[in-house]
């Protein structure tokens, strides 16, 4: 098994910054990525961003030029800097991790989920 624990959420005003940490722990050698999944009401979790242990990164088009993720290799650990926040982007965010084909991403590992609220 491998354990997720995020950390970093809270409330922002809009325009505002927040940092999200996932420090990973156990069999890591069952992942190669590491990522940040939310799940709006009524809808599915989706991909926010993740990144390889080979750097690659990927965004939703939503975030893309505002949130960046980086990784610490050494601490197994993934931040997601998250600049210029609207309230639109108020969710539960998740961190994921998983391996990576050619084909797919699973999704087999999820944290416990932290709060970030963007006010108006």
């Known amino acids: 098994q491998v354990q997720l624990v995020e950390s970093g959420g809270g409330l922002v005003q809009a325009g505002g910054s927040l940092r999200l940490s996932c420090a990973a722990s156990?069999?890591?050698?069952?992942?190669?990525?590491m990522g940040w999944y939310r799940q709006p009401p009524g809808k599915q979790r989706e991909l926010v961003a993740r990144?390889?242990?080979?750097?690659?990164?990927n965004y939703a088009d939503s975030v893309q030029g505002r949130f960046t993720i980086s990784r610490d290799s050494a601490k197994n650990t993934v931040y997601l800097q998250m600049n210029s926040l609207k309230p639109e982007d108020t969710d539960v965010y998740y961190c994921?991790?998983?391996?990576?084909?050619?084909?797919?991403?699973?999704?087999?590992?999820w944290g416990q989920g932290t709060q970030v609220t963007v006010s108006s």
């Open positions: 994921g991790a998983g391996r990576y084909t050619a084909v797919a991403y699973s999704r087999d590992f």
């Open positions: 990144i390889t242990n080979s750097g690659r990164t």
């Open positions: 156990g069999n890591i050698f069952r992942i190669n990525y």
